[in-house]
Protein backbone atom coordinates (compact mmCIF):
# COMPACT_ATOMS: atom_id res chain seq x y z
CA UNK A 1 0.00 0.00 0.00
CA UNK A 2 1.05 3.55 -0.71
CA UNK A 3 -0.41 5.99 1.20
CA UNK A 4 1.40 9.63 2.32
CA UNK A 5 0.51 11.91 4.99
CA UNK A 6 2.11 14.84 4.90
CA UNK A 7 2.69 17.53 7.73
CA UNK A 8 3.35 20.87 7.36
CA UNK A 9 3.79 24.21 9.86
CA UNK A 10 5.74 26.69 11.56
CA UNK A 11 8.73 25.47 14.30
CA UNK A 12 7.74 24.02 17.64
CA UNK A 13 3.96 23.59 16.81
CA UNK A 14 4.14 20.04 17.57
CA UNK A 15 4.34 18.74 13.79
CA UNK A 16 7.26 16.36 14.72
CA UNK A 17 5.12 15.21 17.86
CA UNK A 18 2.03 13.96 15.68
CA UNK A 19 4.28 12.80 12.97
CA UNK A 20 6.01 10.42 15.23
CA UNK A 21 2.72 9.36 16.80
CA UNK A 22 -0.01 9.02 13.31
CA UNK A 23 3.45 6.52 12.36
CA UNK A 24 3.85 4.44 14.56
CA UNK A 25 -0.14 4.31 15.64
CA UNK A 26 -0.44 3.09 11.28
CA UNK A 27 2.90 1.47 11.56
CA UNK A 28 4.12 4.03 9.11
CA UNK A 29 7.44 5.15 7.67
CA UNK A 30 8.50 8.32 9.46
CA UNK A 31 10.85 10.80 7.76
CA UNK A 32 11.13 14.40 9.43
CA UNK A 33 12.69 16.47 6.45
CA UNK A 34 13.84 19.78 8.99
CA UNK A 35 16.63 17.02 9.50
CA UNK A 36 17.75 16.90 6.76
CA UNK A 37 18.37 20.59 6.47
CA UNK A 38 19.46 20.95 9.69
CA UNK A 39 22.09 18.25 8.41
CA UNK A 40 23.14 20.26 5.80
CA UNK A 41 23.13 23.54 7.80
CA UNK A 42 25.43 21.31 10.37
CA UNK A 43 28.31 20.55 7.16
CA UNK A 44 27.76 24.29 6.49
CA UNK A 45 28.62 25.37 10.22
CA UNK A 46 31.99 22.78 9.55
CA UNK A 47 32.99 25.19 6.23
CA UNK A 48 30.87 23.14 3.41
CA UNK A 49 29.37 24.83 0.61
CA UNK A 50 25.50 24.59 0.95
CA UNK A 51 24.58 23.24 -2.40
CA UNK A 52 27.68 20.40 -2.57
CA UNK A 53 26.19 19.40 1.13
CA UNK A 54 22.96 19.11 0.35
CA UNK A 55 23.84 17.32 -3.02
CA UNK A 56 26.24 14.93 -1.15
CA UNK A 57 23.87 14.33 1.87
CA UNK A 58 24.40 10.62 3.26
CA UNK A 59 22.07 9.00 5.91
CA UNK A 60 24.19 8.68 8.28
CA UNK A 61 24.59 12.52 8.52
CA UNK A 62 21.09 12.63 10.20
CA UNK A 63 22.63 11.04 12.96
CA UNK A 64 25.20 13.33 13.79
CA UNK A 65 25.10 15.15 17.79
CA UNK A 66 23.77 18.37 18.07
CA UNK A 67 21.58 18.62 15.68
CA UNK A 68 18.61 19.90 17.64
CA UNK A 69 21.00 22.96 18.86
CA UNK A 70 20.10 26.38 17.81
CA UNK A 71 22.85 27.62 16.47
CA UNK A 72 22.11 24.45 14.23
CA UNK A 73 18.62 25.36 13.77
CA UNK A 74 19.33 28.53 12.56
CA UNK A 75 21.60 27.69 9.74
CA UNK A 76 18.88 25.11 8.55
CA UNK A 77 17.16 27.74 8.07
CA UNK A 78 19.15 29.95 6.35
CA UNK A 79 19.97 26.58 4.13
CA UNK A 80 16.22 25.82 3.50
CA UNK A 81 15.53 29.55 1.89
CA UNK A 82 18.22 28.27 -1.32
CA UNK A 83 16.47 27.00 -4.09
CA UNK A 84 19.30 24.87 -5.29
CA UNK A 85 19.66 23.04 -1.49
CA UNK A 86 16.05 22.75 -1.75
CA UNK A 87 16.16 20.88 -5.23
CA UNK A 88 19.01 18.91 -4.34
CA UNK A 89 17.11 17.28 -1.59
CA UNK A 90 13.40 17.13 -3.57
CA UNK A 91 14.27 13.19 -4.85
CA UNK A 92 14.97 11.86 -1.36
CA UNK A 93 11.43 13.11 0.12
CA UNK A 94 9.76 11.87 -2.43
CA UNK A 95 10.94 8.56 -2.54
CA UNK A 96 10.46 8.56 1.00
CA UNK A 97 7.04 9.88 1.06
CA UNK A 98 5.71 6.92 -1.90
CA UNK A 99 7.25 4.08 -0.34
CA UNK A 100 5.31 1.15 -0.41
CA UNK A 101 3.94 0.17 3.40
CA UNK A 102 2.69 3.90 3.97
CA UNK A 103 4.83 7.18 4.82
CA UNK A 104 4.14 9.89 7.90
CA UNK A 105 6.46 13.50 6.50
CA UNK A 106 6.70 16.48 8.21
CA UNK A 107 8.28 19.69 7.46
CA UNK A 108 7.41 23.28 5.67
CA UNK A 109 6.52 22.21 1.72
CA UNK A 110 5.15 18.29 2.29
CA UNK A 111 1.79 18.66 0.81
CA UNK A 112 2.43 21.56 -1.21
CA UNK A 113 5.81 20.81 -3.13
CA UNK A 114 7.17 17.20 -2.20
CA UNK A 115 4.23 15.54 -2.05
CA UNK A 116 1.05 17.24 -3.63
CA UNK A 117 -0.71 13.81 -3.93
CA UNK A 118 -0.50 12.61 -0.36
CA UNK A 119 -3.24 10.89 0.56
CA UNK A 120 -3.81 13.07 3.79
CA UNK A 121 -2.56 16.55 4.14
CA UNK A 122 -2.31 18.37 7.88
CA UNK A 123 -1.02 21.85 9.00
CA UNK A 124 0.02 21.70 12.21
CA UNK A 125 0.14 25.55 14.10
CA UNK A 126 -0.17 27.34 17.12
CA UNK A 127 0.42 30.92 18.31
CA UNK A 128 4.18 32.43 18.01
CA UNK A 129 3.70 32.60 22.16
CA UNK A 130 2.57 28.78 22.66
CA UNK A 131 5.32 27.84 20.46
CA UNK A 132 8.12 29.53 21.87
CA UNK A 133 7.18 28.39 24.93
CA UNK A 134 7.47 25.10 24.16
CA UNK A 135 10.70 25.29 22.04
CA UNK A 136 12.37 27.59 25.38
CA UNK A 137 10.84 24.44 27.44
CA UNK A 138 13.28 22.37 25.72
CA UNK A 139 15.98 24.43 25.41
CA UNK A 140 16.21 24.19 29.28
CA UNK A 141 15.99 20.59 29.50
CA UNK A 142 18.35 20.21 27.09
CA UNK A 143 20.86 22.33 29.16
CA UNK A 144 21.19 25.90 26.98
CA UNK A 145 20.31 28.80 28.46
CA UNK A 146 17.73 31.28 27.17
CA UNK A 147 14.72 33.30 27.80
CA UNK A 148 11.59 33.79 26.64
CA UNK A 149 11.95 37.09 24.68
CA UNK A 150 14.60 35.77 22.72
CA UNK A 151 13.45 32.18 21.97
CA UNK A 152 9.94 34.38 20.71
CA UNK A 153 11.83 36.54 18.82
CA UNK A 154 13.49 33.72 17.07
CA UNK A 155 10.62 31.92 16.49
CA UNK A 156 9.16 35.09 14.71
CA UNK A 157 11.93 35.30 12.29
CA UNK A 158 11.80 32.05 11.12
CA UNK A 159 8.56 32.34 10.89
CA UNK A 160 9.08 35.57 8.48
CA UNK A 161 11.89 33.66 6.75
CA UNK A 162 10.11 30.32 6.34
CA UNK A 163 7.00 32.33 4.95
CA UNK A 164 8.88 34.71 2.75
CA UNK A 165 11.26 32.94 1.17
CA UNK A 166 11.13 32.41 -3.06
CA UNK A 167 11.15 29.02 -2.95
CA UNK A 168 8.63 26.60 -1.16
CA UNK A 169 7.13 29.06 1.12
CA UNK A 170 5.44 28.05 4.41
CA UNK A 171 1.88 27.58 3.52
CA UNK A 172 -1.11 25.19 4.14
CA UNK A 173 -1.92 23.46 1.07
CA UNK A 174 -5.42 24.20 -0.30
CA UNK A 175 -7.06 20.55 0.50
CA UNK A 176 -4.61 20.47 4.08
CA UNK A 177 -6.55 20.20 7.44
CA UNK A 178 -5.52 22.97 9.49
CA UNK A 179 -4.52 21.44 12.90
CA UNK A 180 -3.95 24.43 15.89
CA UNK A 181 -2.67 22.88 18.66
CA UNK A 182 -1.94 26.22 20.96
CA UNK A 183 -4.52 25.04 23.54
CA UNK A 184 -4.00 21.57 22.97
CA UNK A 185 -2.11 18.99 24.75
CA UNK A 186 -0.12 16.00 22.98
CA UNK A 187 -2.40 13.85 23.56
CA UNK A 188 -5.43 15.72 21.80
CA UNK A 189 -3.60 16.96 19.18
CA UNK A 190 -2.35 12.99 18.16
CA UNK A 191 -5.69 12.16 18.39
CA UNK A 192 -7.26 14.45 15.97
CA UNK A 193 -4.72 13.86 13.95
CA UNK A 194 -5.14 10.02 14.20
CA UNK A 195 -8.77 10.76 13.24
CA UNK A 196 -8.00 12.39 10.08
CA UNK A 197 -6.25 9.50 8.73
CA UNK A 198 -8.42 6.98 9.57
CA UNK A 199 -11.06 8.85 8.03
CA UNK A 200 -9.11 8.71 4.82
CA UNK A 201 -8.45 5.01 5.21
CA UNK A 202 -11.80 4.39 5.58
CA UNK A 203 -11.82 2.89 9.02
Do not use: W
Not at 65 to 74: D, F, I, K, M, W
Not at 162 to 178: G, K, N, Q
Amino acid sequence: MIFTVAIDGPAAAGKGTVGRAVAAHFGFAHLDTGLLYRAVGALVREGAEPVAAARGLVPEALEKPGLRSPEVAQAASEVAAIGEVRAALLDFQRGFARREGGAVLDGRDIGTVICPEAEVKLFVTASAEARAGRRLAELVEAGHAANFDSVLADVQARDARDSERATAPLRPADDAHLLDTSELDVAQAVAAAIAKVSAALGR
